[in-house]
């Protein structure tokens, strides 16, 4: 698996919708599960969402549930995350990352072995 890029956020009020991406460079991203997490200041690591490698599974933080969808075409090498109903509280640096799927598709941190950058994303009140 190649470098994975982030790309999309940027600054909204709340309510508003934002649409991330993630793209990747290996030959290999259509093996891996893929998911988003998001790190605010002062704050641990979370996760948002995942998405099986061949796309027909998905997860979610409950705290994101019915307002996130995450997606992804394996033919770009990409993964989205659609935010919709954003709040302040989503305010974060938001990263993908990608995790073998030797392993079902996983909310635990330590299974994804790649990452991002990550992409800020602001929610003003």
């Known amino acids: 698996q190649g470098p994975l890029e982030e790309s999309g956020g940027g600054l909204v009020q709340a309510g508003d919708s934002l649409s991330v991406s993630c793209a990747a460079s290996g030959r290999t991203f259509n093996t891996y599960h893929m998911g988003w997490f998001r790190q605010a200041p002062g704050k641990e690591r979370e996760f948002v969402a995942g998405?099986?490698?061949?796309?027909?599974?998905?997860t979610y933080a409950d705290s994101v549930k019915g307002r996130f969808t995450i997606s992804r075409d394996n033919a770009k090498n990409t993964v989205y995350l659609q935010m919709n109903g954003l709040k302040p509280e989503d305010t974060a640096v938001y990263y993908c990352a990608a995790a073998s799927n030797v392993y079902g598709l996983t909310s635990t941190i330590h299974y994804y072995t790649y990452w991002g950058q990550g992409t800020q994303v602001t929610v003003s009140a």
């Open positions: 998405i099986s490698w061949r796309g027909g599974g998905t």
